[in-house]
């Protein structure tokens, strides 16, 4: 039996877990900073940094004793390092350093694109590679080969604006506030995807929303110089609907040219609805198995980060104190 507790601290969301064996969620603690940023229509880095500094003990603690364990009794230690926001980051691993050295435990690095990954590992425990995964989040919408637990190829990702990111920039458009993705998905429900025939971009694997998004602002901008009634329902239907069928079409198509025989969803952005069930119905009708985690475990937390912990830990990858954050992506 392996006890890891994992932290995570990559960008608004302080969070700790502790799971046994890498797929057995003991506790799961997340603290969510969305009202502080609401009044400021998006993430401000510091302010995110410094109510980290502020909750990070409080969240371990009551990780802790959430499991029922005492910290002692912790095998390793995990917690995100890249990709993120640094000063939110610096704040986790810092932590992470400091509990790992007092209680003479490893110190494991963990991706936070791959604790994406590692989330449906908890919700699957018969999941194992290979599989075909589109990891779309805030800033990252990629398309991973998962070969092995830790053997992962680029099949496609984001030139510019990732899915998350044009969901929430839409959203404010059609002032929705933050955070504009759920909310977004909400109105959608009431809407008419076919309402409006919004581009739906295609370079290969590879995703580019930027031109989508633009589309959908030069859309509201020119009807309200023109004074029409603008439906927010059908736009955001429609808008998500172009989304949905590129995140799909693609993920579906990279899968089969690698011959995957399972599809999974992962990030965020897995907590919209439509795609869940678009890509769902596109893998099952191409004789794919289909994984996602439940929406709890598609947002930022910690159980995500102590299941690919515990895979880093068994693999024997271990950091020393010169661990630091690093907030650009790297996947492979």
Known sequence: MTLVLGIETSC???AASVTRDGREVLSNTVYSQIALHEVYGGVVPEIASRKHIDKIIYVIDAAIKDAGIDKSELDAVAVTY????????????????????????????????QGHIAANYIAHPELEPPFVCLVASGGHSHI????????????????DDAAGEAFDKVARVLGLGYPGGP?????????????????????????????????VINYVHNAEQKGGEINKADIAASFQQAVV?????????????????AVALAGGVAANTALRSALKNAAEADSM?????????CTDNGAMISCAGYLNYVAGMRADLSLNAEPQLKIV
């Open 12 to 14: 608004d969301e302080t």
């Open 82 to 113: 890249n990709p993120g926001l640094v000063g939110a980051l610096l704040v986790g691993v810092s932590a992470a350093k400091a509990l790992a050295y007092g209680l003479g435990k490893p110190l494991v690095p963990v991706n936070h694109i």
């Open 245 to 261: 069928d590129v995140l799909v079409g693609n993920t579906v198509s990279a899968a089969k040219s690698v011959g995957c025989p």
């Open 183 to 215: 909310k977004l998905n909400k109105l959608a429900e009431g809407g008419d995807p076919q309402a409006i025939q919004f581009p739906r971009p295609h370079n290969g694997f590879d995703f580019s929303f930027s031109g989508l998004k633009t589309a």
């Open 144 to 159: 991973l080969h998962v070969k092995d637990y830790h053997d992962f190829e680029i099949l496609g990702a984001t030139t």
């Open 289 to 297: 198995r289909f994984y996602c985690p439940p929406m709890e475990l």
